[in-house]
């Protein structure tokens, strides 16, 4: 073993079933309060949590 190796691994420009990328739409959901919400949430929570490990230590 010479540790080459011959396997080669390239991307072609079509997909086997013949879609191109510019055929398919954008799949865009819009944009939701309620999941921003939730992250602030989740953030507010990190940093209650982050705080009280470093607190309590």
Known sequence: ??????????????ANDGIHDGDIATNRKPFEWGQAALVV????????????????G
Request: glycine content about 6%; proline content about 0%; aromatic content about 14%.
């Open 1 to 14: 073993m010479t540790g080459e190796t011959n396997l080669k691994f390239q991307r072609g420009l079509r």
């Open 41 to 56: 949430a989740l953030l507010i929570l990190f940093l209650a949590n982050s705080a009280l490990i470093y607190k309590w």
